[in-house]
């Protein structure tokens, strides 16, 4: 297979894109978001949290006419990178190019820096550090794009991450059991509800997790698993947190959750790991494609 080679230009419009699409995803909340939020709002029965709801879609409102962030938590940037394998890309290049996207957003904006070393908290005011921005690659079959999904990971809803291993004998009801438990008791009104509740099943620990934080901020809401039983699974788990009765913000409603998305991978014979990542109401990712030439479609 001959490999198309990407132009000169490349990764300077790589960069320039991961400097924009992390202010854009800061800004402009996509569209599945935005549509959910304001059905939630005619759906809500509680006084108390349609005036939530009324606040959030007013938040979004002013964002969209003065052009501020929706959040004031820049959060942790994440890069999801899919490359076609059609293409011939210097992957030390590409890295370099997207955290200096990463970084000249936050100093050319300018953003909040969330982003400290763990023990001395030390901030570069760039919001990069060692291993951040977290980038994550993925290589496609039969394609000649790279696609680049922008999402900044607040901590509210990242504390709210949690595994378990559970054994093969707990069965289908220990995985609903450790989900429902783990919402209500732990979970509740942390993550400025509603939220979106990503379950990751099956692989090892590190894969599980990562699936729950790909199920929780790559997947537009209304997106189904694939699979009738991942995809029942997330039905029941969706009715079942939304009869908890959290509400928006956590004061009480119909509206707990917009959405729970499952990715899941097989596992052990003797394992049967699950993870949940939470994504807040303000589910922020922008997304660009773009081909060899530098040319490129802007989304969500």
């Excluded at 759906?43 to 964002?63: D, P, R, Y």
């Excluded at 011939?88 to 982003?115: M, N, W, Y």
């Excluded at 004061?251 to 790991?273: C, D, F, K, M, R």
Aim: charged content about 25%; hydrophobic content about 40%.
């Amino acid at each position: 297979m001959i490999k198309q080679t990407v132009a000169d230009s490349f990764y300077k419009t790589v960069e320039e894109l991961c400097k924009e699409l992390y202010i854009k995803a800061l800004k402009d909340l996509p569209p599945d978001v935005r549509e959910t939020l304001q059905k939630a709002y005619e759906q809500e029965e509680t006084e108390t949290g349609k005036q939530v709801l009324s606040t959030m879609l007013e938040n979004i409102k002013i964002a969209d006419e003065k052009n501020r962030l929706i959040c004031q938590d820049t959060g942790i940037p994440i890069y999801f990178v899919k490359v076609g394998n059609k293409l011939s890309v210097d992957f030390v290049q590409l890295e370099e190019t997207i955290i200096k996207g990463c970084q000249r957003a936050t100093v050319e904006h300018p953003l909040r820096s969330s982003v400290v070393s763990p023990f001395k908290r030390q901030n570069n005011q760039n919001s990069s550090g060692y291993r951040i921005p977290s980038i994550h690659y993925d290589v496609v079959q039969d394609n000649d794009k790279v696609e680049i999904l922008m999402v900044p990971k607040g901590s509210g809803s990242e504390n709210m991450s949690f595994l378990k291993m559970l054994i093969p004998a707990e069965g289908v009801r220990g995985v609903k059991r450790f989900v429902l438990d783990t919402i209500a008791t732990q979970v509740g009104a942390n993550p400025c509800p509603p939220y979106i509740v990503g379950v990751g099943i099956g692989g090892t620990a590190d894969m599980c997790v990562k699936l729950a934080k790909l199920a929780a901020v790559t997947r537009p809401i209304g997106s189904q698993n694939p699979d009738p039983e991942m995809a029942a699974f997330e039905k029941e788990m969706f009715e079942a947190i939304n009869e908890l009765g959290i509400g928006p913000m956590g004061l009480g409603g119909l509206n707990s959750a917009i959405a729970v998305n499952v990715e899941h991978a097989y596992t052990h014979i003797t394992q049967n790991p699950v993870a949940i990542n939470i994504q807040c109401w303000p589910a922020r990712r922008a997304k660009a494609i773009l081909g060899a030439d530098g040319k490129y479609e802007l989304g969500y």
